[in-house]
């Protein structure tokens, strides 16, 4: 009950706590938050156990929880027989081109909107806040065509850009730079320093706390990201990034040799993990700009 | 910022350099490349490639493993970036040819002699105004899966031979499978239930696919059976929808009388293609629709006994009709593929083994085919031959005699029966009309109050409103 | 006017770039849609002007008016299940003392799992055979086994159900946020005044959240409005189009069809979701301008 002491503000606070009807409300409340944990915790954990199973074991009656046996070499085996490494070399290649397009091309736009305001910058604006809600299935024929036609199709490229224009991250970037002390950019103007040089000297130093969001946001984005990339290179297995290669799996489930349900989701597992490293190194980083942002993805 | 602007260009000028490779040799891509974790298929095709650039030398192969799905097709060919050769299905050509997407090659296949040894159902399927577009690889026709040990259990059938393999014709020569629809329905109905009696297992009595697609293309056959047509041709020679005859309309009615009167059926009303497979597999069905090129996934997938495996002829209809849907795979070309390149992909295929060809290289290619397959562990059973020249049906017969590895008794009365039941699929938008019909088979699955009549009658609408009425135009 | 030009040029160059990409991937394929929208079409290549043809066609698709009556119904279920849930959980965790750092970690992590692996786990969680998972666990609990996504009345709420899973943690930690952003004065105050618990969160903690309320209500419609790869993986639109999305139809009509005019008729749809998806952002600009 130590804890409880330190409750001082807030709905319920510890006086209240003391009394008995509270008492049986916060276990109420503590249970109902179990519950929702283990419904957060139980499909990630009967993925990974159900993934050790063999095909036949998976689909026979009755249910079981656990695998007959754990096989970690069927980890291997199956790494191995797919070349599972070379699908995280092209997301790893994908994430990072897409990072810096993201960082840079609304990073600059923004700047641009808010700070440097050139005319014009409005009618800008108010255009790319238009596009704050189209997703890129709703255009994916006509966007498709673009990428044919400057011939990007079936290289990263357009996969790298894409990034470079999303109004969420722009918006992100805007409202942030809209914070920056004015001043600083005033006494920056009559030292004669161009625009860029402001850009550099200034923003950019300043810029950490939201390029670390928009990175977040960015490689969870380019990490699983599946359609866009499955279009554009369709037809180069070998550049193809985990997700892609996991859809095309799904896809063709049962189709070919060797293509198992239990494969299927042992790759899903194998997926899943540098997710959960990802996000337990930057875990502060991630709760808070979701809480801060108020965008979830 | 100029930095980030030299480090843009640098990044395009090296992806534009990558990709313009430059070489004197004609090249030629080939689609269905295995990709590169089916490790003996790879080696497999490395050694036709060394053989094959060895004869011409001024030709290249590379492999570039492209497997055919509608979505990813449309954005690569429009692109332009199609293998020179690849693989699809035999819904398929149609569409191709008339977005442009394929090339004719009518001329050097006469050229090569191929044209008349081509399976003319086949070779029709792959035409269009006179102009043949592809090469067929192999068919394959529907027919009934059975797990024997399933059908063992509630006493259907036996070792009669005691040679340690169950076998679906008993010592009298009699079959003991369904043989028609009326048949197969009591004996799904008898399976599933002695097997809640006895055993208290769910055990399906059959598997009706019935989603992407797959409901469609299994209905058009059960609905053939029962006498219907589809799609048929006026007399002023104008072809319509005619999904709502009354033969259909039994056909439906009679899958939904398996699902909810003798509750035979699995749970799930979405099964696709390799769905059929797991649950026969498994234990949880008896019997499903399949292709005969697909007899050998639960055994590999799943580790099914080939000795408890059966695969029979369709059922016959009510009215004594009976059919085995009929298709395949067929090779296709790239419409931006030179005469040369058409003329080394076609090349190519005598050495894969897929020719009509009987040189010495082909034949070895067949054998290693087979070979392989063997290593794998496949069951090796007769396949629907592409080519009707007596010299490569005979090699091909003989390699299949040699190396069949399961008892052809359990399979015989399908190869036997299937050249005078198989029939095409229907002409006109047959993956749309498919689309149509898998919505009113999960309608009857998930709907006990489900209407057969209503739900054909309005596909048939929109099938022909949407679809039929634009062909006649 | 030189003097224009040399006082902005340096801003502009900055702006180019990315209103190139801006051209590029968002307003010209846009743009395209509608003049798509508008021809009679062989691939892209547009043959003859049809007028308002195509959205005719589209219109009397049975199976747009079935995705349109269900991306209702996605909207409906989502605000059910999907909206009230997060704000319910917030207000839970903020008064939680044991382990709450933990709680949030955990209640949070769905949302950085990738969406397709989410979408391809909840479909074989969803096995409708009497031996799938959640059917075992209804077992134990002696009810009779459900058939789940294959049922046309649970199919939505359930795709809905999956899509809350990954993202609710998210909208949690922003009401989160908010509520502990609450001034304690308040509380202190009503407290003196003696307060009930219901009346501190009705008058107090409700009113506080009511900005961020309306701004992640709106965002929520919005985003079922883009329901498309969870129905296409999950039940390929099944069973009987009953969970089928209106991006799923356009991808049906742009790649999956042999519709001669397939694009055009995938871009008239596109271009009538699209007009709804500017209706609805231009309310939510509106409310997220008021709550600043």
């Given amino acids: 009950m130590e804890h409880l002491k330190s409750k001082r503000d807030g709905l319920l606070i510890f006086s209240d706590y003391k009394k008995t009807p509270f008492k049986i409300l916060y276990g109420l409340m503590v249970l109902i938050i179990m519950i929702a944990i283990i419904v957060t915790v139980f499909p990630p954990i009967w993925l990974f156990l159900s993934s050790f199973k063999s095909a036949a074991e998976l689909d026979s009656p009755p249910f079981t929880l656990f695998p007959e046996k754990f096989k970690l070499s069927k980890v291997v085996e199956l790494w191995n027989w797919l070349q599972f490494g070379r699908y995280y070399l092209n997301s790893l290649w994908l994430i990072l081109g897409a990072l810096f397009c993201s960082i840079l091309f609304n990073g600059l736009l923004a700047y641009a909107i808010s700070i440097v305001k050139p005319v014009g910058h409005k009618i800008v604006f108010t255009l790319v806040m238009i596009s704050l809600m189209v997703p890129v299935i709703l255009n994916m024929g006509p966007l498709l065509q673009n990428i044919r036609n400057v011939g990007m199709t079936g290289t990263y490229l357009p996969l790298w850009l894409v990034h470079g224009a999303n109004p969420f991250y722009f918006i992100l970037f805007k409202v942030y730079f809209d914070q920056l002390p004015k001043t600083l950019f005033e006494q920056a103007q009559l030292d004669g320093c161009t625009k860029f040089q402001m850009f550099r000297k200034i923003v950019v130093p300043l810029s950490r706390p939201i390029v670390m969001v928009v990175s977040i946001f960015t490689v969870n984005a380019a990490w699983s990201d599946f359609l866009l990339p499955y279009l554009v290179l369709s037809g180069e297995s070998a550049k193809q990034p985990v997700m892609v290669m996991i859809y095309s799996f799904y896809d063709n489930l049962g189709r070919q040799q060797g293509l198992t349900l239990d494969r299927l989701l042992m790759i899903i597992s194998i997926s899943i993990i540098p997710t959960i490293i990802f996000f337990i190194i930057f875990q502060k980083q991630i709760t808070s700009s979701v809480a801060t942002t108020g965008i979830k993805e | 910022m100029k930095k980030y602007f030299s480090l843009l260009v640098i990044l395009l000028v090296l992806v534009m350099m990558a990709g313009c490779k430059n070489n004197d040799k004609i090249k030629i891509t080939i689609g269905m490349w295995p990709e590169p974790f089916m490790t003996d298929d790879v080696e497999m095709f490395n050694e036709w490639k060394r053989l094959f650039e060895e004869d011409y030398p001024q030709y290249e192969i590379e492999g570039k493993p492209y497997t055919y799905s509608v979505d990813t097709f449309f954005p690569m060919a429009n692109n332009g970036t199609t293998p020179t050769v690849f693989q699809t299905w035999f819904t398929e050509p149609q569409k191709l040819i008339k977005n442009g997407f394929v090339k004719d090659i009518t001329q050097p296949l006469k050229d090569l002699g191929w044209y008349d040894k081509m399976d003319p159902e086949m070779r029709e399927a792959l035409t269009h105004e006179e102009k043949v577009y592809g090469v067929p690889r192999d068919g394959y026709g529907l027919g009934l899966f059975i797990n024997l040990s399933i059908f063992e259990e509630v006493g259907l059938v036996d070792d009669w031979n005691n040679d340690g393999v169950l076998d679906i014709v008993d010592q009298d020569g009699n079959p003991r499978y369904p043989e028609t629809f009326a048949e197969l329905k009591q004996t799904a109905s008898y399976i599933t239930q002695t097997e809640k009696t006895l055993y208290d297992k769910n055990v399906a009595g059959l598997v009706i696919l019935s989603a992407n697609n797959n409901g469609g293309w299994q209905f058009s056959n059960i609905a053939w059976n029962f006498g219907a047509e589809l799609q048929k041709q006026n007399q002023d020679g104008t072809w319509v929808s005619n999904l709502n005859s009354p033969e259909a309309i039994e056909a439906l009615t009679w899958i939904k009388e398996m699902k909810w009167e003798e509750e035979t059926l699995p749970a799930s009303a979405s099964l696709t293609y ?95 085919g087979m070979e392989t397959a063997v290593a794998k562990g496949m069951p090796i059973l007769p396949t629907i031959k592409p080519w009707i020249n007596e010299d490569y049906l005979t090699y091909a017969n003989l390699l299949e005699q040699q190396y069949v590895n399961v008892e052809m008794s359990n399979f015989q009365d399908f190869y036997d029966r299937f050249h005078d039941m198989r029939k095409a699929e229907e002409p006109y938008y047959t993956q749309d009309m498919y689309e149509i019909l898998d919505a009113c088979i999960q309608q009857v699955l998930t709907r006990e109050t489900a209407n057969p009549s209503a739900l054909l009658a309005s596909a048939n609408a929109q099938f022909q409103t949407q679809y039929m009425s634009q062909i006649n135009e | 006017m030189n003097k224009v030009i040399k006082k902005n040029l340096g801003g502009w160059l900055i702006m180019l770039p990315s209103i190139v990409l ?40 049975p199976v747009f008016v079935k995705a349109f009556m269900n991306t209702l119904k996605y909207t409906f279920w989502s605000i059910l299940i999907g909206f009230a849930f997060p704000i319910f959980l917030a207000l839970l965790l903020s008064e939680i003392i044991h382990l709450k750092g933990l709680f949030r970690t955990l209640i949070y992590f769905p949302n950085i799992v990738p969406g397709l692996a989410v ?33 046309q009345n649970l199919v939505i709420p359930l795709i809905v159900l999956t899509m809350t899973w990954k993202g609710a943690g998210a909208t949690t930690l922003i009401y989160l946020a908010t509520i502990q952003g609450i001034d304690n004065t308040y509380y202190e105050a009503s407290r003196i005044e003696g307060a009930t618990l219901w009346q501190r969160i009705r008058h107090i903690t409700l009113p506080h959240l009511i900005p961020t309320i309306r701004m992640l209500f709106i965002l929520q419609i919005i985003t079922v409005f883009q329901v498309f790869y969870e129905p296409l993986v999950m039940t390929s639109g099944g069973p009987n189009n009953s969970s089928i999305s209106l991006l799923q139809l356009i991808y049906k009509y742009a790649y999956m069809r042999e519709d001669p005019n397939g694009i055009s008729k995938a871009a008239a749809i596109g271009v009538i979701v699209a007009i709804m998806l500017f209706i609805l952002t231009f309310v939510y600009l509106k409310l997220t301008k008021e709550k600043e």
């Avoid at chain 2, 695969?311 to 040369?340: H, I």
């Avoid at chain 3, 743009?31 to 290549?45: D, I, Q, W």
């Fill in chain 2, 274 to 368: 390799g769905d059929w497979y797991n649950k026969v597999a498994t234990g949880q069905a008896a019997m499903a629709f399949a292709g005969n090129d697909a007899i050998s996934m639960p055994i590999t997938n799943y580790n099914m006994n080939k000795d408890h495996v059966a695969f029979v002829p369709m059922p016959e209809g009510p009215n004594g009709e009976q059919y085995s849907l009929f298709g395949g795979t067929p090779y296709m070309f790239a419409s931006q593929a030179t005469d040369e390149q058409i003329k080394g992909a076609l090349l190519f295929l005598e050495y894969m083994g897929r020719s009509p060809e009987m040189s010495e290289v082909s034949k070895q290619s067949m054998r290693v």
């Fill in chain 3, 22 to 61: 801006f051209i590029f991937f968002v307003w010209l394929p846009l743009a395209s849609n509608v003049s798509l929208s508008l021809f009679e079409t062989v691939g892209y290549t547009k043959v003859k002007f049809i007028g308002l043809d195509n959205y005719k066609a589209v219109l009397n698709d």
């Fill in chain 3, 119 to 151: 979408v391809i786990m909840w479909k074989y969680l969803f096995n409708p055979e009497p031996h799938g998972t959640l059917n075992a666990i209804l077992e134990v609990f002696h009810i009779s086994p459900q058939i789940w996504l294959n049922s």
